[in-house]
């Protein structure tokens, strides 16, 4: 197989990846589009499908999917797609440098009620050793991510992006059509007083976890000793972006619901790039004892847990857990 060698610019970055990202771009201000246009657009609802996943698909998680699935296997420079919606990987042009795993529309249960969503994406380097077609392409700990980013469709949309360098902000400019950078380097507090957890599940966690929040409530008197906050998006695009605008905490931890499936955000389209852009950003990110990013992933749809966030806070979180 001939393998197509990235153009390096001045940088350091290719020309190929720079296309790859604007490739990105492109299908996410189409997005941004028909989201700002609501009922407009008729993209509200459910369809009768479910994904991988077993859940109900809604019309804007498939028209995203479609779009962002279909723009990226018409770019030279993608080998692989994995995609949050999709069964399985699907191959692009053989040799490429590039595979991409995207969440095509992230926190679903907030489109029909115009709260935030966003779009999550990964980029890593092809494998030259397996197929194209092969889910083994994203075997890959996401240490390895080139890139990492999502775009948040909120009252304004935002991209955040690193390419490993800071984590920067970018917002679009609907009278061009462009993304501005807006924030050149976000820098994530050490310390909060704000946590972002589903509190409903709180009968189904583990001990470990339920002693952390018990404390965290607990306020002035508690073991913490500091008065607590408590937000909850349903959309992690949007807990994430608070947490790497003004720090905090963002939990998922795994707990006993469905013992099949004891955690539930993805390693591949959530929880590896929001840990990059966390990570690049001063922040820390861990499944219980482990960091994030060194996980090698046994599945290209495993799930794990996720406490991430400001540094102190994470830290003080995972001496629970060990
Ligand atoms: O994985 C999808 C997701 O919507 C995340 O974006 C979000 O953090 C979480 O699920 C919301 O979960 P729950 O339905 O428990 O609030």
């Not at 296997?73 to 080998?79: A, G, I, P």
């Not at 931890?253 to 790039?273: C, G, H, I, M, V």
Request: glycine share 8%.
């Amino acid at each position: 197989m001939k393998r197509l060698v990235p153009t390096l610019i001045s940088d350091g970055v290719s020309i190929e990846f720079i296309m790859l990202i604007r490739t990105l771009l492109a299908a996410t201000k189409e997005i941004a589009f028909r989201v700002s246009q609501g009922e407009l657009s008729g993209i509200l609802g459910s369809t009768l499908d479910e994904n991988i996943q077993g859940e109900t698909q809604k019309k804007l998680d498939v028209l995203s999917n479609q779009l962002i699935r279909d723009m990226l296997l018409d770019d030279v420079s993608v080998r692989t797609i994995a995609s949050e919606e999709e069964d399985n990987v699907i191959a692009g042009t053989e040799g490429a440098p590039y595979i991409v795993a995207f969440d095509p529309l992230d926190g679903s249960s907030n489109i029909d009620i115009n709260g935030q969503i966003g779009t999550i994406f990964t980029v890593y380097s092809a494998r030259d050793d397996v197929p194209a077609d092969s889910p083994l392409q994203f075997s890959q700990p996401g240490k390895n991510q080139l890139c990492a980013g999502y775009v948040l469709y909120g009252p304004a949309t935002l991209l955040v992006l690193t390419t490993g360098g800071p984590t920067r902000c970018y917002t679009l400019d609907l009278t061009h059509s462009g993304f501005l950078l807006t924030q050149d380097v976000l820098k994530v507090p050490e310390d909060t007083q704000e946590f972002a957890i589903n509190m409903a599940n709180r009968r189904f966690w583990f001990d470990e976890t339920v002693r952390y929040v018990d404390d965290l409530i607990a306020g002035e008197e508690g073991p913490l000793a500091k008065r607590y906050n408590m937000r909850w998006n349903a959309a992690m695009v949007g807990d994430l972006h608070r947490v790497l605008t003004r720090g905090g905490i963002f939990m998922y931890p795994s707990d006993s619901r469905n013992p099949k499936q004891p955690a539930k955000l993805r390693l591949l389209y959530e929880a590896n790039p929001m840990a990059m852009l966390l990570e690049q950003a001063g922040g820390k990110a861990y499944a219980d004892t482990t960091r994030i990013l060194d996980i090698m992933p046994d599945e290209l749809h495993q799930r794990v847990p996720v406490q991430m966030g400001s540094v102190n806070e994470v830290e003080a979180c995972l001496s629970y857990y060990k």
